[in-house]
């Protein structure tokens, strides 16, 4: 199985700061790879896929780079509707893997 | 509106059985493959099982491998679950997705809210 690693598991930001987010996956996995909002008690939101393309309709603001087994997701100005875990995931091989989530709140 | 609602949780004792549907509405439901996935009590989300837009293709996680049976009806646009053996760790919240393309190998772009399976005795 391919194991999918977050850096960091948790992190604190003002409004308007840029944060980053890295996803590291044991093998390569090409670009196969989705990043998901999760806040408490709503359904997972998919934000980034195939590692860089941003899903339709979500804010500008979120992107995603990397290929083979880095894979990096950045938020360029913080908001507070952004507090959320984020999770990674990919699907180049089954079982189709999340990483452990990274947890965003605002300072 | 694209839309996906879960139905079939509960409580049910270790080793009875327990069947998940999901409904989808809003887009071509036989046009793309769908998935179930589940997150465990205080903890992260775990890929389950997915079946292709035409049933030619279902996969599973280990975990529930030989257990759990996917599904799908496109004439009705439904998905299940067939969950038999059930084990406390398999205590969850189960997600319904649509996967962005005909494939399992995709992305999941659109949620249900989920529908939650307690297995205590």
């Known amino acids: 199985d391919i194991q999918m690693t977050q850096s960091p598991s948790s992190l604190s930001a003002s409004v308007g700061d840029r944060i980053t987010i890295t996803c590291q996956a044991s093998?390569?996995?090409?670009?196969?790879l989705s990043w998901y909002q999760k806040k408490p008690g709503k359904a997972p939101k998919l934000l980034i896929y195939?590692?860089?393309n941003l899903e339709t309709g979500v804010p500008s603001r979120f992107s995603g780079s990397g290929s083979g087994s880095v894979f990096t997701f950045a938020i360029s100005s913080l908001q507070p509707e952004d507090v959320a875990t984020y999770y990674c995931?990919?699907?180049?091989?089954?079982?189709?893997?999340f990483g452990p989530g990274t947890t965003v709140n605002i300072k | 509106e694209v839309q996906l609602v879960e139905s079939g949780g509960g409580l049910v004792q270790p080793g009875r059985s327990l069947r998940l549907s999901c409904v989808a509405s809003?887009?071509?439901?036989?046009?793309?493959?769908m998935s179930w996935v589940r997150q465990t009590p205080g903890k992260g989300l775990e890929w389950v099982s997915s079946?292709?837009?035409?049933?030619?293709?279902?996969l599973y996680a280990g975990s529930v491998k030989g257990r759990f049976t996917i599904s799908r009806d496109n004439a009705k646009n439904s998905l299940s679950l067939q969950m038999n053996s059930l084990r406390p760790e398999d205590t969850a919240l189960y997600y319904c997705?649509?996967?962005?393309?005909?494939?399992?190998?995709?992305?999941?772009?659109?949620w249900g809210q989920g529908t939650t399976v307690i297995v205590s005795s």
């Open positions: 809003g887009f071509t439901f036989g046009d793309y493959a």
């Open positions: 079946i292709s837009w035409n049933g030619g293709t279902i």
């Open positions: 195939d590692g860089s």
């Open positions: 997705a649509k996967g962005g393309t005909t494939s399992c190998f995709s992305r999941l772009d659109v």
């Open positions: 093998q390569d996995i090409t670009k196969y």
């Open positions: 995931q990919q699907y180049d091989s089954v079982p189709f893997t």
